[in-house]
Structure formats: structure tokens, C-alpha cells
């Protein structure tokens, strides 16, 4: 004779995998995942307004020492326009180009394509005044880039 038809013992129903504690810890318990589930949301939504959505370029720039700087043959000139709001100048091979204009920018890329075949070592010194918006040093050193220099040099234009 077993144990159960002898003491009148039988086991109680399984109630899913919550088998044990009190009756009314079992809903909150079957919540848990759920209530996880919410908070990780609400953090997504305050951390994904933070997070950079434009691609780009991040970087540790090194402190400038004047004994690396390289021998050019090819410099530019960046200075902010006189009296204009955001208008940036180039002086490039004794001519002036403006980067808010389209086709100055292009005559800029064709002109710097046609002397970077001629510059054996392909480094390009950016002389930027200190009023410059890095956009527009970043968008010259595209430029550059697609123009078929390998290094471009920058450099503070100093007063």
C-alpha cells in the first residue's frame, strides 16, 4: 500500500510552473516579463534620441608639431568672407573660389585634380583661419580626397 491511499494524500493540481508562494504573488510573478519588457522600451526610446543619426567622421586629433609638418607644393588659403554670413573663400593657385557656389566648387575640384598629377609627393596644405567653420574645412578636405590627393595637410593660419 502507498503512501497516498494511506494517509489520504493527493497531490494537488499543477498550476503551470508557478507551484510555489502564496496565491496572490502568482500575478505578479506571470507580470514580470512584461513589466521588463516596458521598461527596456521606455529606455530604448531615451537613449535612440541620443544616439548620432549622421554618418561621419570621428576622430583623435593629435597636438600640431611644427618639426612633422612636409614640404608642399600645393597650399590653400581658407578664409571666412568679409561682411557675408557663412560665405567661405579659398585662395587656390592665384584664384579665388567660394564654397556656397556650385560651380566654384567644381572649377576648385578640376583645378586641384589637374595639379595633384603634378605634385610628386600628393600632400595638400590647408591653411584655415581660426573663424572657419570645420564643416567647410572637412568638406575641402573631400574635396581634396576626390581629387586624387593621398594628404592633406591643415594647418592655423597664424595672425
Given at each position: 500500500m502507498s503512501a497516498q491511499t494511506r494517509w489520504g494524500w493527493r497531490p494537488r493540481q499543477t498550476e503551470g510552473i508557478w507551484r510555489?508562494?502564496?496565491?496572490?504573488?502568482?500575478?505578479?510573478?506571470?507580470?514580470?516579463?512584461?513589466?521588463?519588457?516596458?521598461?527596456l522600451m521606455v529606455l530604448f526610446a531615451f537613449i535612440g534620441d541620443?544616439?548620432?543619426?549622421?554618418?561621419?567622421?570621428?576622430?583623435?586629433?593629435?597636438a600640431p608639431v611644427g618639426e612633422q609638418a612636409e614640404?608642399?607644393?600645393?597650399?590653400?588659403?581658407?578664409?571666412?568672407?568679409?561682411?557675408?554670413?557663412?560665405?567661405?573663400?579659398?585662395?587656390?593657385?592665384?584664384?579665388?573660389?567660394?564654397?556656397?557656389?556650385?560651380?566654384?566648387?567644381?572649377?576648385?575640384?578640376?583645378?586641384?585634380?589637374?595639379?595633384?598629377?603634378?605634385?610628386?609627393?600628393?600632400?595638400?596644405?590647408?591653411?584655415?583661419?581660426r573663424r572657419v567653420p570645420t564643416g567647410d574645412v572637412m568638406r575641402l578636405v573631400g574635396i581634396a580626397r576626390e581629387s586624387g590627393l593621398v594628404r592633406v595637410q591643415i594647418a592655423e593660419r597664424r595672425e
Open positions: 510555489h508562494g502564496c496565491a496572490w504573488t502568482k500575478p505578479l510573478f506571470a507580470a514580470v516579463p512584461w513589466i521588463t519588457l516596458t521598461l541620443r544616439l548620432p543619426q549622421v554618418p561621419g567622421l570621428v576622430c583623435d586629433l593629435p614640404a608642399t607644393g600645393l597650399a590653400a588659403l581658407v578664409l571666412p568672407a568679409a561682411g557675408t554670413d557663412g560665405e567661405t573663400l579659398v585662395f587656390f593657385d592665384d584664384a579665388r573660389y567660394s564654397l556656397s557656389d556650385a560651380a566654384s566648387v567644381a572649377t576648385l575640384k578640376d583645378r586641384l585634380g589637374t595639379c595633384a598629377g603634378a605634385e610628386p609627393s600628393g600632400t595638400f596644405l590647408l591653411l584655415a583661419d
